[in-house]
């Protein structure tokens, strides 16, 4: 599992999956695109057979097929003249295009007709495990490992293709992908598959289900944290972005179950609509403060942990945890509801999900002997945010300090919330933070590399001086990626050392390891 108490290392790339992503098969038939996608119409041919697929037309070559989709990069449908330059075996597309005698197919929607294609080419690796698809604003990656660990202690072979990393069920270290990219889904899912998982959980993403990754997968249980607003640069409005979100409900199979977290009103109506659509689908709901199959309450609870006791319908179980805020036991009660789908006893979800620990990057606490306490978190939403700081200011006593690095700043404002205010990124963020916070700092993502400039250096005396008046009441919230998503000292991607690297440094320099040096004999004689 990639927890942070078990990983120090960062999701790595796995060179079997980071080249050739076109699906292709190990056996050298192909596969015919009649039988993938039958309401489809074949021009200058009766059927294509496709030994690989790309939506990109310098990656093909002979005997693939060429998906013209429209994407963030472009109109696909105006590349085709590229693709057959590169000798592709047939072309898919929505619209006619010239194709100068290469077989064409048209289909309403190319983009599905990539990730089915795509998945055919890996054997449908989907078929072989039960996919467990967990989506929602905040919530996924603590839930979507919480699963895996619940499962795992029920004994079952558990992969997980999640923001934090891809982990099959013969790994020990998660491995960073694209999911978003349909080849790279379906490449993984067979992974998956070849190492023996019997479940695969799924954290799935807005862009994923925008580039119709799940097409063709038959669901064996959906999960839907929470529906909020995020991500309104890639959707534009809120209602776009709850369509999409909504749009996993097709991929949940025949015999599925939808899993849902109804403290939310969007998913509360959501499960109506679901209801009324699907008459028979078994569902399993959870919340706090409004009845549900699964319920939870506080027991005890402090910026060192809680303890709650989580009921269901098959009895109640204490649970204590190092992480304090309310969010993380809603995700806590949706990962049991996922072991009670699949008969996993309340007493082994208890262990599983106390024997997790904290999730890298998501509420990861920082001890280094200091006074007060320290949490990094790298939120993907504003609704994440809130929830954390709501939480965080109920439990501290004296002061709750933010520090966030500007891109996680920019991340969380998004393109089309910025083009609404005459604000900064960072100004905006301030002054939402405001309202929980006593002090929000923003400070430079470059503040520690060779270039660093003065402003650079006065971002860090700001750092020294805020945390040198921190005392045993107060709590600091560290926004940026943590120590273990980092992959070491400084970020390999682009020179920097990260924002929680220089908090930890300093704690560290400020609280150094207390040393025990053997007592002289003399001093060993007064102490007898």
């Known amino acids: 599992m990639f927890f942070a108490d078990t990983f120090g290392g960062s999701p790595v790339f796995d060179d079997r999956l980071s080249g050739d992503h076109s699906g292709r098969k190990k056996t050298s038939r192909g596969v015919r695109?009649?039988?993938?996608?039958?309401?489809?119409?074949?021009?200058?041919?009766d059927d294509i057979i496709a030994m690989g697929c790309h939506d990109d037309p310098a990656r093909c070559g002979p005997g693939d097929v060429f998906v013209a989709r429209l994407t963030a990069h472009g109109d696909g449908h105006e590349e085709v003249a590229r693709a057959i330059a590169r000798g592709v075996s047939g072309i898919v597309a929505e619209r006619m295009v010239p194709t100068f005698g290469t077989p064409l197919c048209l289909i309403a929607d190319s983009g599905s007709a990539l990730t089915r294609i795509a998945h055919a080419l890996a054997g449908n690796p989907a078929t072989a495990m039960r996919v467990i698809a967990i989506t929602g604003t905040s919530g996924k990656t603590t839930t979507a490992w919480l699963t895996a660990a619940v499962l795992s202690e029920a004994g079952l072979r558990v992969g997980v293709l999640s923001d934090l990393g891809c982990l099959a069920a013969d790994s020990t270290e998660p491995l960073a992908a694209d999911l978003a990219q349909p080849l790279v889904l379906a490449a993984w899912l067979g992974q998956l598959a070849a190492s023996g998982c019997t479940h695969a959980v799924v954290e799935v993403s807005s862009r994923m289900l925008a580039e119709r990754a799940l097409a063709g997968i038959a669901c064996d249980t959906v999960v839907v944290t929470n529906l909020s607003t995020a991500h309104l640069d890639l959707h534009s409005t809120k209602k776009s972005y709850h369509t999409i979100?909504?749009?996993?409900?097709?991929?949940?199979?025949?015999?599925g179950c939808l899993i849902a977290g109804v403290d939310d009103k969007h998913v509360q109506r959501l499960c109506q609509r679901n209801g009324a659509a699907r008459p028979g689908c078994a569902m399993i709901t959870a919340g706090l403060s409004v009845t549900a199959d699964l319920s939870a309450s506080p027991i005890?609870?402090?910026?060192?942990?809680?303890?709650?006791?989580?009921?269901?319908?098959?009895?109640?179980?204490?649970i204590a945890v190092t992480t304090p805020v309310a969010s993380f036991v809603r995700n806590a009660m949706l990962a049991a509801a996922i072991g009670l789908r699949y008969r996993v006893p309340m007493e082994r979800i208890a262990r599983g999900i106390e024997a997790a620990g904290s999730v890298a990057g998501r509420m990861e606490r920082l001890d280094r002997g200091q006074e007060f306490s320290v949490f990094l978190d790298q939120p993907t939403s504003n609704h994440a945010l809130r929830s954390t700081l709501c939480s965080l200011r109920k439990l501290t006593q004296g002061r709750l300090i933010l520090i966030a690095d500007e891109q996680q700043t920019v991340a969380l404002s998004g393109d089309a919330q910025r083009q609404r205010s005459n604000l900064s990124a960072d100004k905006q963020f301030a002054f939402r933070?405001?309202?929980?916070?006593?002090e929000c700092l923003v400070v430079s993502s470059g503040m520690l590399k060779d270039d660093a400039d003065a402003q650079d250096v006065a971002d860090y005396a700001r750092i020294d001086r805020l945390l040198s008046s921190l005392?045993?009441?107060?709590?600091?919230?560290?926004?940026?990626?943590?120590?273990?998503?980092?992959?070491?000292?400084?970020?390999?991607?682009?020179?920097?050392?990260?924002?929680?690297?220089?908090?930890?440094?300093?704690?560290?320099?400020?609280?150094?390891?207390?040393?025990?040096?053997?007592?002289?004999?003399?001093?060993?004689?007064?102490?007898?």
């Open 300 to 318: 005890e609870r402090s910026l060192y942990g809680q303890t709650f006791l989580l009921r269901a319908s098959g009895g109640m179980v204490p």
């Open 33 to 45: 695109l009649s039988q993938i996608l039958p309401d489809s119409r074949f021009i200058a041919c």
């Open 471 to 528: 005392n045993q009441y107060d709590c600091l919230l560290v926004l940026g990626k943590s120590l273990s998503a980092a992959g070491g000292p400084t970020d390999p991607l682009d020179g920097i050392l990260p924002l929680a690297a220089v908090i930890d440094g300093w704690l560290q320099l400020a609280h150094p390891p207390q040393c025990a040096f053997p007592q002289r004999s003399s001093e060993r004689r007064r102490a007898a």
């Open 433 to 438: 933070a405001s309202r929980w916070c006593d």
């Open 245 to 255: 979100k909504s749009s996993i409900l097709e991929s949940l199979g025949e015999n």
